[in-house]
Nanobody, 122 residues
């Protein structure tokens, strides 16, 4: 079973930066896609960024140009670099993985989820 553990969340002032990490284990299928999502209280979970096995990426318009998704294959770790953070970025952030040949931001297409890490921007 795939296991995902997020870290790196915290509190930051508007305009600041954070880097989230997601340690992945048992992601052995070469065709896995991984992604970052967030969910604010009272709102639906939304896809932010996805990256496939060929390092092709896809971003939501709300974070394009501010957030960058990347992978360290040696460490089996997924990252989300978040710059110029805004109060509306406040949410619980999740990483996820799914067998896929392409990057996707669809919540319904992901099979495996981490527990989340809280990001608060004031």
């Amino acid at each position: 079973e795939v296991q995902l553990v997020e870290s790196g969340g915290g509190s930051v002032q508007a305009g600041g930066s954070l880097r989230l990490s997601c340690a992945a284990s048992r992601v052995t299928d070469a065709r896995f896609c991984m992604g970052w999502f967030r969910q604010a209280p009272g709102k639906e979970r939304e896809g932010l960024a996805g990256i496939d096995s060929d390092d092709m990426t896809k971003y939501a318009d709300s974070v394009k140009g501010r957030f960058t998704i990347s992978k360290d294959y040696a460490k089996n770790t997924l990252y989300l670099q978040m710059n110029n953070l805004k109060p509306e970025d406040t949410a619980m952030y999740f990483c996820a993985a799914t067998p896929s040949w392409y990057p996707t931001l669809s919540v319904a297409e992901y099979n495996y989820w981490g527990q989340g890490t809280q990001v608060t921007v004031s």
